[in-house]
DNA sequence: AAAGGATTCAACCGCCTTAGT
DNA sequence: CACTAAGGCGGTTGAATCCTT
């Protein structure tokens, strides 16, 4: 890839780069983030000596330069994994390669349209006979959205030991942020992002439960089942491990069930 | 060996949401 | 309330690489 192309900042008059990045830059931007932390991504440039824009430095961290991210092809349980999350989250990459360690939303969005979208429409159009229609049952695709807490929330100010007790960063966000304005909670409702936490994974575990009822035949989940089965059972068992897999942001369907239960 | 078509994936773009003023 | 800046996301692009003829 050339570096020529380049851009102009609108308010500095400084000539951006964009295309590549060097191994100079890396390292730049690799001391930076590790210097000051993530976030405050408007500043990494300044502060890294880079002539890249905020998101460019963003993106190369988080898919690149970020420690332990996984290279090399997907395992095949992480392919059953991606298949099976999005059959539940749609096109929410972010939200899937969050349960899927080491990897990152542009490799998952990257698998998926290289690799199983043929596959997914393939399977979409072949006709299928009486039986099997029978076979499958539709699964509703739960489609969180961006979540942001209100900073203003009281347990959200200070030393929050709750933000600390997870390792993982996605666990964490579903911690901080894991409330959506657009449903209408209201903070008062909030009593503690773990009590959410638990009652939002007792919830994808049934959920999660009914795939692996559907590998079993009952329900149909797999793009090409018969190779599927036992990794899909490799897969719920992982998801019985502490931590492992049951942390998501919420959706409405979850906040409708948090409501019936009037948490 | 070379041409050109197909595939991969890093990076960019545009949009949305939130926070701050 | 309106505006702006920033963070974050999914969709798309296009250079590099692979594969086929």
Redesign the pocket.
């Known amino acids: 890839?050339?570096y020529k192309?380049m851009?102009h900042a609108s308010?500095t008059g400084l000539v951006?780069?964009?295309?590549?990045?060097t191994a100079e830059e890396d390292m730049l931007l690799k001391n930076c983030v590790e210097k000051y932390g993530?976030?405050?991504?408007?500043?990494?440039p300044l502060k890294a000596g880079l002539r890249?824009?905020?998101?460019?430095c963003?993106?190369?961290w988080?898919?690149?330069l970020r420690p332990n991210i996984k290279?090399g092809?997907l395992e095949e349980d992480e392919i059953d994994l991606i298949l099976r999350l999005h059959r539940l989250?749609?096109?929410?990459?972010?939200?899937?390669?969050?349960r899927i360690p080491g990897r990152?939303?542009?490799?998952v969005?990257?698998?998926?349209?290289?690799?199983l979208r043929?596959r997914a429409k393939q399977q979409k159009k072949e006709p299928h006979d009486a039986k099997s229609s029978e076979d499958h049952t539709m699964v509703t695709i739960i489609k969180p959205?961006?979540?942001?807490?209100?900073?203003?929330l009281n347990w959200f100010k200070g030393d929050n030991e709750i933000m600390e007790t997870h390792d993982d960063r996605?666990l964490r966000?579903s911690s901080i942020e894991g409330v959506?304005?657009?449903y209408n909670m209201s903070p008062g409702l909030i009593s503690s992002p773990v009590i959410l936490d638990d009652k939002i994974n007792e919830f994808l575990k049934e959920l999660f439960d009914e795939g692996e009822k559907a590998v079993n035949g009952e329900i149909g989940w797999s793009f090409d089942g018969s190779q599927m089965e036992r990794k899909a059972l490799n897969v719920a068992e992982q998801e019985n491990d502490e931590n492992s897999l049951f942390d998501f942001p919420t959706d409405e369907v979850i906040w409708n069930l948090l409501d019936s239960e009037q948490l």
């Not at 959205?145 to 203003?152: C, D, H, I």
Request: net charge positive.
């Open positions: 890839m050339e192309r851009k308010k951006l780069r964009k295309g590549a990045w993530e976030g405050k991504w408007h500043l990494v890249r824009c905020r998101k460019s963003r993106l190369r988080l898919n690149y290279r092809d989250l749609g096109n929410r990459w972010s939200l899937i390669a969050g990152t939303a542009n490799d969005k990257n698998f998926w349209n290289t690799h043929s959205r961006p979540q942001t807490f209100s900073k203003t996605n966000r959506d304005n657009n």
